[in-house]
């Protein structure tokens, strides 16, 4: 192992108490998209104290933050994600994205000079669903980095990221309400055009191919039962295996809800919650030095296939892939049975398991970085 492996290793391991409390901290008050002003601020702080010098509000997003170390012809971009889920706190892990990040980026600053790197950590709000990274490219974030990175919790090892494209949408219909006893002919049910859409989409399942999930809940099915409901909402994902198949997809979904409208007289409105998904593409060199890297600490794919099949999960993170160098492996927490996005995932998140998780993921970036750059 070269000199500054070693170097990058020693300060992870020195580092163990320092990331362990920021993941437990973050894990301990989740925040949920575009509200991680907590959150962003104490990923931001730790990379302060390091030497970084923070931008926070980063190109007008109160929570997104960019930091920067170093000055070397090698621009890294290492990506932190820091927001949880609605109702379900950190049950996909981005408390230990963002710690994962920040001891990548610790352990490279003092190599810096020596490595030829400049390092840009990205503090990237709402990617459960708010398309946070879409919006910080929009505004020219990661432009012209050499390599963009993170790491991801899953219950086992992955290394390569294969997530689906996906849009997310909030669907409403706007009914009128009337006495659903005394004057049911006066209502426009909205919660029956939902019903329709739902049957409507369900039939549809039958010829889509393999690579293609439709999947929704609805927030609002009305407020009393004897009252006509005047309107229903919910919210909808679409995936598919690219965004050209995306795009074919959600014309025959939108059907379905305008299927709804027709049936009951409800008007209809879809409005994306953000802009869409894309598929991911990996940079195989720095995938390769990871595989690599992670071999070395002694972490293996698992067999399960599953545990495996997070590496499918969409990512936005993929549209950042699509402009620069990027990779996004999935690092093991051993949490079997749990599964991602499930409360007994984020009671995996923390302790010992994840912790080794945090430190091994930690190094493995850091390394691959070097390898990388001296390519």
Known sequence: MSGAKQAAGATVAADADRLVRLSEQLHAHPETAWQEHRSARWVAESLSEAGFDVTPGYLGLETAFLATFGSGPFRLGLCAEYDALPGLGHACGHNLIAAITVGAARALAPLADSAGLTIEVYGTPAEEGGGG??????????????LAMMAHPAPVDVAEAEPFAVSHSHVSYQGKAAHAAAYPEQGVNAADAFTVAQVAIGLLRQQLPHTVRVHGVLTNGGEAPNAIPARTEGRWYVRAESLDELAETEEKVRR?????????????????????????????????????????????THPNPVARRMNRASTDMGNVSQVVPAIHPYVGIGSLPALNHQPEFAAHCVGGDAERALLDAATALAWTALDVAGG
């Open 133 to 146: 990274k879409i919006e910080m490219l929009e505004r020219d974030a990661f432009a012209g980095l050499d």
């Open 256 to 300: 379905c809800f305008e299927a709804g409208a027709h049936a009951t007289g409800a008007a209809l409105e879809i409005v994306p919650e953000s802009k869409p998904y894309a598929e991911f593409r990996t940079y195989r060199p720095a995938l390769d030095a990871y595989v690599r890297n992670a071999e070395r600490l002694g972490r293996r």
